[in-house]
């Protein structure tokens, strides 16, 4: 008895490295990096007490948001690119609607409420825009906070 070799119909061919070429794997979002900064006003003095808000440039995943310390320090991470940075009051502290940056007047007792120009209330119009976060991340953002 004579072994003829094996062979494929190619039809059945194509088909086997079709299913083969679609299996690649999904490109995963870039690695988290931290952005490390500082919030001050005209005169330098820091701004704290507010919610900083980085958002992406099309195609990254949502925005990304830090709390401003009392000394205006905050942290956040993100992934690399560039981004319009926004302010909004903190709403538990503030009260009022945080998308217009809480502009509830406080309770008594409470702190008072930091003043936030309205155009760092808003991704159109903020001045920080395209702002740099490298691979590498940052640590030395100073956002200073005027009209």
Known sequence: M????FFLPSCLLVALLGI???C???PTEPA??????????????????????????PGHAASRD???QTDGAFEL???PGKYEVT???IPGQHGGDPATGGTATPDKGK?????????????????????????EGRTDLELVLGD
């Open 77 to 79: 991470t993100c992934v």
């Open 111 to 135: 702190a008072p409420r930091t003043s936030i120009p309205a155009s760092f209330l808003d991704a159109a119009k903020t001045p920080w825009r395209g702002i740099d976060v490298p691979a």
């Open 87 to 89: 302010l909004m009051h």
């Open 66 to 68: 830090g709390v401003a």
């Open 24 to 26: 690649t794997p999904r």
């Open 32 to 57: 988290m990096v931290p952005v490390r900064g500082k919030i001050v006003d005209a005169r330098k003095k820091p701004v704290g007490g507010i919610i900083v808000r980085f958002w992406p440039s």
């Open 2 to 5: 004579t072994r003829r070799p």
């Open 20 to 22: 083969g070429a679609g």
